[in-house]
């Protein structure tokens, strides 16, 4: 008999394991919920990474849709794929058929917004950050490191750099972290994609190097293309100063007083 109920029991768990996870095309058609998300918990406490010590993010103060979570996300890419969702300020990391790590982030303010396909070509822990002329163009203050600022706890760049590359071009983007958790969920940078450092650590630990970077439209359709913002209008250089010519100073002509008459030079005839 105990054979038997092993076996019951078996098919009892696959099909309690089965409802947990309903047929997509179920969820598709409205017959079935998606599995709940689940929350991360106890991710963003303070810990010590290298040399420096973590600070410890309020969770409180983040919004829920923007923490650490695993999440149903359909989708035919394979594991180890990342879906950038602008519109929505999510990056997804997928782990298998039709699931997801879902973390918040902080995306291009108006005029920086691009889409397409990258890859991830390199990776550097507390990566030094060298602002491009055009920002400093547009933020005279952040001259001082444009020979690059260290990595640290107040680097733009924060604990982890992903860099992506298209085609074997750099254009400058990076799935970074921030020290200014408070941008994520907003339009906030220049381009790259911010992570709360708790969780561009996670991310970093996750995705291998070649990985396929997807970058959604803003309507949050697939790319067919690279789109890129319009690049910056160059900064006119102030016109040169005027170069300023004295006038030209008179003939010296020796005064007359009192010159005796035989040096001084007889009158032209008219």
Not at 63 to 71: A, G, I, S
Not at 81 to 108: C, E, Q
Not at 127 to 150: A, F, S, V
Request: with cysteine; hydrophobic share 40%; charged share 20%.
């Amino acid at each position: 008999m105990r054979a038997p109920l092993r076996l019951i029991a078996a098919a009892l768990s696959a099909a309690l394991l089965s409802a947990c996870v309903p047929d997509p095309a179920m969820i598709e058609a409205g017959l079935a919920k998606p599995p709940a998300p689940q929350v991360a918990q106890g991710v963003y406490v303070s810990s010590m990474d290298g040399a420096f010590q973590l600070p410890a993010v309020p969770v409180e103060k983040v919004p829920v849709e923007f923490q650490r979570q695993t999440v149903y996300y359909p989708s035919e890419q394979p594991p180890g794929t990342i879906i950038i969702d602008t519109g929505a300020r999510h990056l997804y990391f997928v782990t298998g058929k039709n699931m997801a790590i879902r973390y918040g982030i902080a995306v291009g303010k108006a005029g920086f917004e691009w889409s397409g396909e990258a890859q991830i070509t390199g990776r550097k822990p507390w990566p030094t950050w060298t602002p491009p002329p055009e920002m400093i163009d547009r933020k005279p203050e952040l001259e001082k490191w444009k020979d690059g600022q260290p990595g640290g706890l107040d680097n733009p760049l924060g604990a982890r750099a992903l860099y992506l590359t298209t085609n074997g071009v750099d254009y400058g983007y990076r799935i970074h972290g921030t020290p200014e958790w408070f941008s994520i969920g907003k339009n906030a940078s220049s381009g790259c994609i911010r992570m709360i450092n708790q969780d561009i650590i996670d991310l970093y630990n996750r995705a291998a190097d070649g990985a396929k970077v997807i970058v959604l439209n803003r309507d949050g359709s697939i790319p067919t293309k690279l789109t890129l913002p319009p690049p910056a209008p160059k900064k006119k250089k102030p016109a040169p100063a005027p170069v300023v010519v004295p006038a030209a100073m008179p003939a010296f002509q020796p005064a007359l007083t009192g010159v005796p008459p035989a040096l001084v030079a007889p009158a032209t005839a008219p």
